[in-house]
């Protein structure tokens, strides 16, 4: 299984877009990379998923270099409503496979 | 609306006494998981299972245990085993297809 290296706190303003990046230098060829968003005593819920280059929904975007060592999540202009934890997971979603959550990073969004 | 569903959504136990967590998913995914998060921390893995009538140890598994008699439920049980039970425990399903959906957690606390 992959390990996975976030910030653990990040601190922005509302309206900016916010960066958060993911190490994970040692991906597999079948791992996917996930972001999972948690408010406090709520359970994670996904934000998006990627396998390589670029992949945007309505909530954000994912951009995933070539060697995949890394991964960024983007917020565009965020709200004060942002503020959560983000985890970054490494897996192979092809398989029923146990994926381990570290700490996340810790996002406050400052009015 | 398919989901997964934890109850009860606060539980207080008693020094001794072991408390069963409920966990029901809608979603026919084949695999389910249990977590447990501490104040500020991520989430550990206690139990998973990936099908029905088999289950393994997550990193945190002792003073824990489950079952998985049916596909939909997979309930958890805190034995009085577990010395430092006071944590918010998270329920999971995954399908290789939809990833993972979580519950929305119980807190359980010892008085």
């Known amino acids: 299984l992959a390990k996975t290296t976030q910030p653990i706190s990040m601190d922005s303003y509302e309206g900016q877009e916010v960066n958060i990046t993911c190490s994970h230098n040692n991906i597999a060829t079948n791992d996917y990379i996930t972001w999972y968003q948690q408010f406090p005593s709520q359970g994670p819920r996904f934000i998006i998923q990627?396998?390589?280059t670029k992949v945007t929904n309505e909530v954000a975007s994912l951009f995933i270099p070539a060697d995949r060592k890394s991964s960024t999540l983007s917020l565009p202009r965020v709200s004060l409503s942002d503020t959560a934890v983000y985890y970054c997971?490494?897996?192979?979603?092809?398989?029923?496979?146990?994926?381990?959550f570290g700490k996340g990073t810790r996002l406050h969004i400052l009015p | 609306d398919g989901g997964i569903t934890q109850s009860p959504k606060y539980l207080f136990r008693k020094e001794g006494q072991n408390v069963t967590l409920s966990c029901e998913q809608n979603?026919?995914?084949?695999?389910m998981y249990w977590y447990r998060q501490d104040p500020g921390q991520g989430l550990r893995l206690i139990y998973y299972s990936q099908i029905v009538n088999d289950f393994q140890k997550g990193d945190i598994a002792e003073g824990y245990s489950v079952s998985r008699e049916k596909k939909e439920s997979f309930p958890l049980t805190v034995t009085s085993a577990q010395k430092n039970p006071t944590a918010f425990y998270l329920c999971?399903?995954?399908?290789?297809?939809?990833?993972?959906?979580f519950g929305s957690g119980t807190r359980l606390t010892v008085v």
């Open positions: 990627g396998y390589k």
């Open positions: 997971l490494v897996g192979a979603m092809n398989r029923d496979d146990k994926i381990i």
């Open positions: 979603l026919n995914h084949d695999a």
């Open positions: 999971a399903s995954s399908s290789r297809v939809e990833g993972y959906t």
